[in-house]
């Protein structure tokens, strides 16, 4: 009994704005279809109907629990107007004045009563508890998005976290794959290409170190330049001497070569910066074949930096 009493003040609304709805249905369909195709008419009849029907029902959802309807109010306010306009105009079209007056007044008392209806049911409080309400709801809804927010930080924190492990991962892996290929074919290579007895072993692989030391004319720590250390092999008797002042000779030469190609380079107007010597000596050094370590190139310009300011500037 109590259901019934609920859903009694319902009951008149409901038919009203059923029998509104199908008839702007048919009236929206009927004038559209003679300027387009029927299908097309009548779904825009029934996107028009829905909308109104969706306001209608978020008006009800917010008066029951007391929020603002502002939005659902004006929509509804707003179709109902044209849903009266488009009524009257299809019943004059009609030629039938009796059926556009009432096609206008069922949608007009359909919202009447649904009014009447929605105010019936709707809660009753007062204008400070309404404010209380909703400040409750704006401030549980600031919770909630500050939740969400630092929830989706947390996410894409972890998840960059994994990418960088997994990238870390990846790279080590990679290099440990390279370095194990890397010795397989060498071990082969002197499998293959056995050297004589009297050569000895070869060099492991060279390190990265090791190889900047040689591209840049140096030689590596730890490693004796060619006839400056070490024990000559047997059976050279003499010529080790001979041998080891030719190469002596010939560092002489390179280093007096050195010197002087650093004396040019220097001797600019203005003279050059460090970076830019550095650049001309190695480069210059490359093309007359002349090595030397970085080292020595820094001492160059030092001392060609030392004679031009003791000469006051003079070369």
């Given at each position: ?66 929020s ?8 509804g ?25 009432v ?10 009563t ?11 409080i ?28 947390r996410?894409?924190?972890?998840k960059?976290a ?28 002197i ?14 692989l ?52 050195v ?22 000596m ?15 190139i ?9 004679l ?5 500037g003079?070369?």
């Open positions: 009994m109590s259901n019934w009493k609920k859903a009694a003040p319902w009951v008149l609304p409901a038919i009203l704005t059923t029998i509104a709805v199908a008839w702007a249905i048919d009236a929206i369909g009927g004038i559209l279809a003679e300027q387009a195709a029927a299908p097309f008419a009548y779904s825009v009849a029934v996107l028009y109907d829905a909308v109104w029907l969706y306001a209608l029902a978020q008006e009800t959802a917010h008066r029951r629990q007391g603002s309807a502002r939005l659902p109010k004006a929509i306010w707003v179709f109902l107007p044209l849903t009266v306009a488009v009524l009257g105009a299809r019943g004059l079209l009609a030629g039938d004045v009796l059926a556009a007056v096609g206008a007044l069922i949608p007009v008392l359909a919202k009447v649904l009014v009447m209806a929605i105010d019936r049911d709707r809660t009753r007062s204008a400070r508890a309404q404010a209380a309400i909703d400040r409750t709801r704006a401030a549980t809804r600031d919770r909630i998005a500050v939740s969400r927010a630092v929830a989706a930080a996410a894409d924190e972890t960059a994994a990418e960088i492990l997994k990238d870390t991962r990846e790279a080590e892996a990679e290099a440990v794959t390279v370095t194990h290929d890397a010795c397989e074919r060498y071990a082969e290579v499998d293959r290409h056995p050297l004589p007895e009297a050569v000895g072993e070869l060099p492991g060279v390190s990265d170190r090791e190889l900047e030391a040689l591209l840049s004319g140096g030689v590596p720590d730890g490693v004796p330049a060619l006839g400056t250390g070490g024990e000559a092999p047997s059976g050279t008797g003499g010529g080790t001497v001979d041998g080891t002042r030719q190469i002596e000779a010939m560092r002489e030469a390179n280093n007096r070569s010197a002087l190609l650093a004396a040019q380079v220097y001797a600019t107007n203005p003279p050059p910066s460090k970076r830019k010597f550095r650049e001309v190695r480069s210059a050094m490359n093309a007359r074949s002349l090595t030397g370590s970085w080292e020595t820094d001492a160059l310009y030092d001392r060609e930096k030392a031009a300011e003791s000469t006051g003079q070369p």
